[in-house]
């Protein structure tokens, strides 16, 4: 008898233990290579004894040209493990990497809750997604491609706005470059080049990406607005547009051309410089009252300065001045510009100010970008900006903090 409840409370331990032992966290990275730029999914299973309760938060490493992006809503089911009934929530990702070799992802933060049971108290919960390396390979005939896109189609059209024929200096038409391809993010698709002749200017305004999920399909979209300036007369062609990518089905690298434009343009006409006698009669009020005010100012200039810089100091307080200057640097992918000016904007916001994960995401990839190795790619601003621009709209944006004295001033206004 005593030998048999031995054996009978040791085999209930070892059931303990083993039914402890359970990872509430395991990642399933299915793919062992890929090509560069190629869609990588894999999924990270969550495991909970009850219900889960509110959103799951994932703290994503960055990896130095690697994007990685959640794909759709979770999935949640039930597994029978050791006697015991666990609900386990399967999370969906996607790696895209311009980088050839080993990738090696390390173990990262998840935070999530969940029941006691299904109507218990909940518990939150901290734990660690382990790693996992994939090798990402370089197609052949690839090497002289800066950004490579894997995927089994790309379409790319355009539109112009005015279309492009005969003009003067001075002119401006604005071309939309829109590209859709399956199984890609829009953030992983090529931005457009934006080489031009001398005698044309060319403006990238920031890049519009949409991605879309169909019963698991995932398909991305990006436009990209480029406005020319004609700035001399002449005629100047605009070089054509060679979109490159790598079907991994076929094995082949396939190539979509946006045709070369040509602009024949003219000096911009010259204003006429006489004037009727009728018209010079008409001007002589404006004259007038010009002088007049002229005369007011140079007698009061000290106070309208004066009311002009408290005017500028109340509406461009110092935190509107560096927002201002961050989103300007982020346009012109500007990285060192971006960095002061975000120090400059952190600087009037209180201690207690934390930025959001995604803000804080995108301030790390600035960050990197500078400080760290030298990227495949220079650093592109849309992110910083969209992220800033969230933060600062959104309802628990932090304001500008006010100092206080402790010693009274000593000449104080009245």
Not at 266 to 291: D, E, H, Q
Request: glycine fraction near 8%; proline fraction near 9%; aromatic fraction near 10%.
């Amino acid at each position: 008898m005593k030998t048999t409840l031995a054996l009978f409370i040791t085999l209930a331990v070892l059931g303990s233990a083993a039914r402890a032992e359970v990872a509430p966290v395991s990642v399933r990275a299915p793919d062992a290579k890929a090509w560069m730029g190629q869609r990588v999914p894999f999924y990270v299973e969550l495991r909970a004894t009850g219900s889960y309760a509110g959103v799951a938060n994932f703290d994503l490493p960055q990896l130095p040209g690697t994007i990685i992006m959640k794909i759709g809503n979770p999935v949640v089911s039930s597994q029978e493990i050791e006697g015991q009934s666990w609900f386990v929530q399967t999370h969906e990702f996607a790696l895209f990497s311009q980088k050839s070799g080993r990738l090696d992802m390390p173990a990262f933060a998840v935070r999530f809750s969940s029941h006691d049971g299904f109507t218990g108290p909940v518990k939150d919960q901290q734990v660690e997604a382990p790693g996992w390396s994939v090798e990402i390979e370089r197609p052949p005939v690839s090497e002289k491609i800066g950004f490579l896109i894997t995927t089994e189609m790309l379409d790319v059209k355009e539109t112009w706005d005015p279309q492009p024929g005969p003009a003067q200096v001075g002119a401006i038409f604005k071309r939309s470059i829109v590209q859709r391809a399956p199984e890609l993010s829009g953030m992983a698709l090529a931005p457009a080049p934006t080489t031009a002749p001398d005698g044309i200017r060319v403006y990238s305004g920031n890049a519009e990406t949409k991605d879309r999920i169909d019963r698991g399909s995932l398909s991305g979209e990006r436009r990209d607005t480029l406005t020319y300036l004609l700035t001399k007369p002449g005629t100047f062609t605009l070089p054509a547009l060679a979109y490159l990518w790598w079907n991994p089905k076929t094995q082949t690298l396939q190539s979509q051309t946006l045709p070369a434009v040509t602009f024949d343009v003219a000096p911009a006409p010259i204003a006429p410089t006489s004037k009727s006698a009728a018209a010079r009669g008409r001007l002589w009020p404006w004259l007038l009252a010009l002088t007049l005010v002229a005369g007011i100012g140079a007698w009061q200039w000290r106070r309208f300065v004066g009311w002009g810089r408290q005017a500028w100091k109340k509406h461009n307080p110092p935190d509107r001045v560096a927002a201002r200057k961050l989103l300007r640097a982020c346009r012109r992918n500007d990285a060192a510009g971006a960095e002061v000016a975000w120090s400059a904007w952190q600087n009037t916001q209180g201690t207690a100010f934390q930025p959001d994960p995604k803000l804080r995401s995108a301030i790390l990839e600035l960050q990197r970008c500078l400080f760290g190795p030298p990227p495949a790619v220079s650093w592109q601003g849309d992110a910083l900006a969209r992220a800033f621009s969230e933060s600062l709209t959104s309802p628990k944006a932090f304001r500008p903090h006010k100092r206080s004295f402790d010693l009274p001033l000593l000449n104080p206004q009245a």
